[in-house]
């Protein structure tokens, strides 16, 4: 593997992301099996966003490269590639860990040209996926953050978030915080094999709830709505009103994209499991890894009318809110920048 020349900017010419240190172990346990770990210590952490992106935030924090999660459209399967690693398999089950995310997260926020940005969690792969459990990363993470008073967002499918519930209520007092859950359908059957290394939708609301009741504003990324799949009219409104009912304040959909590296292992899965399917979506996405214009449209359009029916409003994608202050009232704050799928984030982790 070509770790040792992998960098944000040339892959062949700039300093390496990662030390040539890379101690790989593989744990049979129940929750592992299959899994290998690839632990690295990486040479930064704040990593900027490129600047053709179209996400509303600059610079992201990935203590973690692959994912157990295993969703067959996950845009960030291209990045294992990089590394000469799978992008298919090898994705869901080779994963590397920067276990020394903490510790360098707070060097680098105290340097002094950085100056205090928002930074989005969870916009690459999941920080709170199942290694998460094992190396907790995270609590130090956000403990960095909330010293430094450093606005940040998480998004995330894992339930494990919630262990670092106190931690994230201490950061949330003195800056601005956001959390989102991304909960594309509550379709069980369709959930078990695009999404089989996640929690089951149902659960991920509970977290929503489970936020929500801790005074913690919390969205839900209704993403991907997949076509012919989970965008029928009664689909979506199993999904929205079971949204509304977990507590969310807002509903942000956003409908399948198939970058390179995605679209293959998405197309193959499609071919096994539904493939019927096959030519409609090479006709949907003959245009690029989008959905035409008018589908996009037409999707958010439906969700923001059934948002609205059960009362939540509808925000701008990526548009979280922070949880008020002790020293606030209960007021609506200004909107605050929220992750969102991120396939330009390629070269970021």
């Not at 601005?176 to 999404?195: H, I, K, Q």
């Not at 605050?336 to 982790?349: K, V």
Request: proline content about 8%.
């Amino acid at each position: 593997m070509r770790w040792n020349q992998l960098s944000e900017g040339s892959p062949a010419t700039a300093p390496a992301l990662f030390g040539t240190d890379v101690v790989t172990r593989t744990f049979d346990t129940p929750e592992f099996r299959g899994i290998t770990f690839h632990e690295v210590r990486a040479r930064s952490l704040v990593n900027r966003v490129p600047g053709a992106s179209r996400m509303p935030f600059t610079w992201t924090v990935n203590p973690y490269r692959g994912c157990s999660h295993a969703c067959v459209y996950c845009f960030a399967r291209k990045t294992h590639s990089y590394l000469d690693l799978d992008t298919g398999i090898g994705f869901d089950t080779q994963i590397v860990v920067k276990v020394n995310a903490p510790e360098l997260l707070r060097r680098e926020l105290r340097a002094t040209r950085w100056r205090g940005e928002h930074i989005a969690m969870g916009t690459n792969v999941d920080c709170y996926q199942r290694a998460e459990g094992r190396y907790r990363l995270m609590p130090g993470i956000i403990a960095a953050l909330r010293d430094h008073a450093n606005p940040f967002s998480i998004l995330t499918k894992g339930t494990l978030i919630l262990r670092d519930l106190e931690l994230i209520r201490q950061a949330a007092a003195v800056t601005d915080v956001g959390v989102s859950v991304s909960v594309g359908s509550v379709d069980r059957a369709v959930w078990r094999t695009v999404e089989p290394g996640t929690p089951a939708p149902e659960r991920r609301l509970d977290v929503v709830r489970a936020l929500r009741g801790h005074g913690i504003p919390c969205g839900v990324l209704m993403a991907p709505v997949i076509p012919y799949l989970t965008d029928s009219p009664a689909q979506l409104r199993e999904t929205v009103r079971a949204i509304a009912a977990a507590g969310a304040e807002s509903v942000t959909p956003l409908a399948l994209h198939l970058r390179p590296g995605a679209r293959e292992w998405f197309m193959a899965w499609l071919a096994h499991h539904h493939p019927d399917l096959v030519r409609r979506y090479q006709v949907l996405y003959a245009g690029g890894a989008y959905a035409p214009t008018w589908y996009q449209r037409r999707i958010t359009g439906q969700v923001h009318e059934l948002a609205a029916e059960y009362g939540m409003g509808p925000v701008r994608p990526g548009t979280h809110r922070r949880p008020p202050r002790a020293d606030e009232d209960d007021g609506d704050p200004e909107p605050e920048p929220a992750p969102e799928p991120l396939g330009t984030q390629l070269t970021l982790l």
